[in-house]
């Protein structure tokens, strides 16, 4: 039997399903054959069992999944339940007792798949967990959040690829819904080894039974009416309303609900307790009703019963915008994604672009009145009063309010220069005397192993290897971390620390942020700031790119699909075949197609 045919009979058989998607086969062909994967498949086409159905192909080891969302990782951990794959998950919400249990199901081979977020996954005691485990396969979900923009660049995802590299395993498969072909490029070179030959499956970014429509309005009254218009004439069972800020999340459903509409509210500002309860009553809800919500719902839940995606005003890009409507539709039945909008709208996110991704010459120009407060030596980190960090930014006469404010600091995080902690965490800022070096505390230890090699072991894994061997280096390290990768109590650590300040080894200080005074660590030095200015600008350039696409859709006079789905392509389309491309998704070409009847 080969490999996709065996693929299809796991699948039929765990999953209650008719057969495999032409799509889905084609990506199993590449992991077979070539084992370093890209695929791009719109959502809800099925990229789940990509690496479910492997788990058990490949029984004598197990699948690792590195997923951007707790709530993916929940609820695909029920859909593995409900197929009998044994799994586990990770997350910094977890209790200490349940990562315990995790790691028990581990150990004891139990799990056949292993889900953990990025910030888990590079921790040193989770690579060490996963380092002696038979890994037949390592997945990267939601693949686009390397190449993520501004406020939601996560350091973490920077980092996969790296380790992933040391573990070595011999398939990686990175999947996505949306990615442009400069940002499919930038994932390859961030997640996959290098001079490794990536195979790519690429399709389109929107599934074939959504169909998109564009209506604008020259008026928030305008809108508003219309919107009202569109919910008491669907059908859908379950609609998602998009807005893009909480506030107008909160005011909308209200004024749905006085008007006797059944509106249940989704947002990042619910607590845990909310946010679980309203989540469990969308999936089980039998009479109709209306999601309202903002980008931090259903980013990869499924849920059935949506029909209709309603996208209330310009999302952040093209690809959030896809990523939006592909909540519709997840069972293939037809569905409806609306962009609705007001004339003003792109100019407010024009406007919005300018301050988020200020010109790189500004961040430099700006970052420079910071210089005082950053490290003196790449590799070496230190933490300061977010406050005296803005103080200084704001002294540039070219910062003209908190909105460009934003912008410099979310520039001076995708150059790796920044790093805003939880004011959860407590930390350790640790600078060496003169003539000492960790590598000398180290080599000066017994062979035996002992509370402090643990503690400086820990203190070795948690820095870069150039901070090693600096004298003078200081360094702030999450107590936590060190806790967690020494394997010892806070006390036992702080104890450590304490001799070797007695010593006169180091200095040593306590720092634990506050919502009252925040902390940002400032990472490296102002010349590496200048050297990693490359990857602002290329983020800066596939935003504005995505946002110029956004806007194609939204004002297109034929296709309203060809240029994005050009955008998403392999291969840019020829000038031939965008002149007779119908996608006969979008309203449009459905009109077209009726004046042509």
Not at 2 to 11: G, S, Y
Not at 65 to 82: A, F, H, T
Not at 114 to 140: G, Q
């Amino acid at each position: 039997m080969d490999f996709v045919t065996h693929c299809e009979q796991i699948a039929k058989q765990h999953f209650a399903i008719d057969g495999l998607r032409p799509a889905q086969k084609e990506v199993f062909t590449l992991i077979e054959q070539k084992k370093y994967v890209l695929a791009t498949l719109p959502t809800g086409s099925g990229k789940t069992l990509l690496y479910a159905v492997p788990s058990l192909i490949y029984e004598q080891g197990v699948v690792l999944v590195i997923s951007p969302l707790i709530s993916l990782m929940r609820d695909q951990s029920r859909r593995m339940n409900d197929a009998k794959i044994p799994c586990v998950i990770f997350t910094s919400e977890q209790t200490e007792e349940e990562r315990k249990h995790a790691r028990n199901m581990i150990k004891n081979n139990e799990a056949k798949i292993i889900f953990a977020s990025p910030e888990r996954f590079v921790l040193p005691s989770f690579l060490n967990l996963i380092s002696k485990l038979n890994m037949t396969m390592a997945v990267v979900d939601g693949a686009h959040c390397v190449v993520s923009w501004g406020h939601q660049f996560r350091p973490e995802y920077s980092e996969i690829g790296k380790y992933l590299s040391k573990l070595n395993p011999p398939r990686i498969l990175a999947i996505t819904a949306t990615a442009s072909r400069n940002s499919r490029l930038d994932i390859i070179k961030k997640v996959f080894p290098a001079h490794i030959d990536v195979a790519e499956f690429t399709s389109k970014p929107l599934s074939p039974h959504i169909h998109v429509q564009s209506i604008r309005q020259f008026s928030q009254v305008d809108l508003w009416q219309k919107l009202i218009d569109i919910l008491l004439n669907t059908n859908s069972k379950k609609t998602i309303v998009y807005f893009q800020t909480r506030k107008l999340c909160d005011e909308f459903a209200l004024k749905l609900r006085k008007l006797k509409i059944v509106a249940i509210v989704y947002h990042a500002g619910l607590s845990k307790y909310d946010r679980s309860t309203s989540e469990q009553y969308i999936h089980t809800a039998t009479q109709k009703i209306v999601i309202c919500a903002t980008t931090a719902f259903g980013m990869g839940v499924d849920i059935s019963g949506v029909q209709l995606v309603v996208v209330y005003g310009f999302p952040s890009n093209i690809e959030e915008f896809f990523q939006m409507l592909g909540r519709a539709g997840r069972a293939g039945e037809n569905s409806q994604g609306i962009l609705l909008w007001a004339g003003s709208d792109p100019i407010k996110r024009q406007y919005q672009f300018k301050s988020s991704f200020p010109i790189p010459s500004l961040l430099i120009d700006v970052a420079a009145n910071a210089i005082s407060l950053m490290s003196k030596n790449q590799s070496e980190s230190v933490l300061v009063e977010k406050e005296k960090l803005l103080n200084a930014l704001s002294k540039s006469a070219k910062i003209d309010h908190n909105k460009k404010l934003d912008g410099i600091l979310s520039g001076l995080r995708i150059c790796g220069v920044l790093e805003e902690p939880s004011f959860f965490n407590s930390f350790f800022q640790i600078k060496l005397s003169p003539g000492v070096t960790l590598t000398k505390l180290l080599t000066s230890l017994p062979d035996s192993t002992t509370k402090r090699k643990k503690v400086l072991e820990a203190l070795k894994e948690l820095t870069e290897p150039k901070w090693r061997t600096l004298e003078q280096a200081q360094v702030a390290v999450s107590i936590s971390l060190l806790v967690e990768t020494s394997e010892l109590s806070e006390q036992v650590v702080e104890q450590v620390f304490a001799h070797y300040a007695e010593q006169n080894m180091l200095q040593l200080v306590k720092i634990t942020p506050s919502q009252n005074q925040p902390y940002v660590i400032l990472k490296h030095d102002f010349l590496y700031l200048q050297k990693e200015l490359s990857k602002y600008i290329t983020a800066r350039n596939n935003f504005s790119a995505s946002l110029q696409e956004l806007e194609k859709l939204s004002t297109a006079t034929t296709c309203r699909l060809l240029s994005s789905f050009d955008f998403f392509s392999s291969r840019a389309l020829q000038g031939g075949a965008k002149k007779s491309y119908f996608c006969m998704q979008c309203d449009l070409c459905t009109k077209q197609e009726k004046r042509n009847a």
